[in-house]
């Protein structure tokens, strides 16, 4: 069965540090994958997606992901962290619409940013 | 204007209540998604239906039911309402891959 894992529950850094946050996929075929930030009490918005070609992503806000095939990972990463990067950070893979299209997402990594 | 639209944001009921959460979107997407959010943040499909076709439905107790009356809408009815429904749901839209989500209805039944 198809599943995401984020191996970090939490994680803290301090504000101008670099950030990765991990997420590694179990997908038969070639995934779509995403990323999403959630602020607190807020919905979904998207930093960023894989679909094929060029295994660097850009998103929004100076975010950036790798895909791995070899290592079924799809990490984000971000060079220098703002405190209002604080966030619950989503990675997710698309099914294919033949099996529905939904998203499944990883259980979330929570950032927090010192100053 | 909002792409996918939630009504009510915030939802306070007893248990026992019946409730209605409507979603709406103006993206002209073919397929719309109910998630449920619990405490923990795990967000989990509950279903999904695709030009007014349901296509999935996840173990989800027989109290909740969507209806989609069209494919710009995607409601979600929950009867006899439980403590452990408190969450926040959210709807999505998708075409070709591309999703967007509501801003989320936080429900809590007391």
């Known amino acids: 069965a198809q599943s995401v894992t984020q191996p970090d529950i939490h994680i803290t850094v301090s504000e101008g540090a670099s950030l990765e946050l991990r997420c590694n996929y179990s997908?038969?075929?070639?995934?779509?994958l995403f990323w999403y930030v959630q602020s607190p009490g807020q919905g979904l918005q998207l930093l960023l997606k894989?679909?094929?070609?060029?295994?660097l992503v850009q998103g929004i806000k100076g975010f950036e992901a790798e895909f791995k095939r070899s290592q079924s990972s799809f990490n984000l990463r971000k060079p220098s962290v703002h405190w209002s990067d604080a966030a619950e950070y989503f990675c997710?893979?698309?099914?294919?619409?033949?099996?529905?299209?939904?998203?499944?997402f990883g259980q979330g990594t929570e950032l927090s940013v010192k100053p | 204007d909002t792409a996918v639209s939630q009504t009510p944001k915030y939802l306070v009921t007893q248990m026992g209540n019946d409730k209605s959460i409507k979603c709406e979107q103006n993206?002209?997407?073919?397929?719309m998604y109910w998630y449920k959010q619990d405490s923990k943040k795990f967000l989990k499909i509950m279903f999904s239906?695709?030009?007014?076709?349901?296509?999935i439905n996840e173990t989800v107790p027989n109290r909740f039911s969507p209806k989609s009356p069209d494919k710009a809408h995607l409601n979600l009815h929950i009867n006899s309402l439980e403590l452990g429904d408190s969450a926040v749901y959210f709807c999505?839209?998708?075409?070709?891959?591309?999703?967007?989500f509501g801003s989320g209805t936080r429900l809590t039944v007391v």
């Open positions: 999505a839209s998708s075409l070709n891959y591309g999703y967007t």
């Open positions: 997908y038969g075929a070639t995934p779509y």
């Open positions: 894989y679909f094929s070609g060029d295994t």
């Open positions: 997710a893979v698309g099914e294919s619409y033949n099996q529905g299209g939904k998203l499944i």
């Open positions: 993206l002209g997407h073919d397929t």
């Open positions: 239906y695709n030009n007014k076709e349901l296509i």
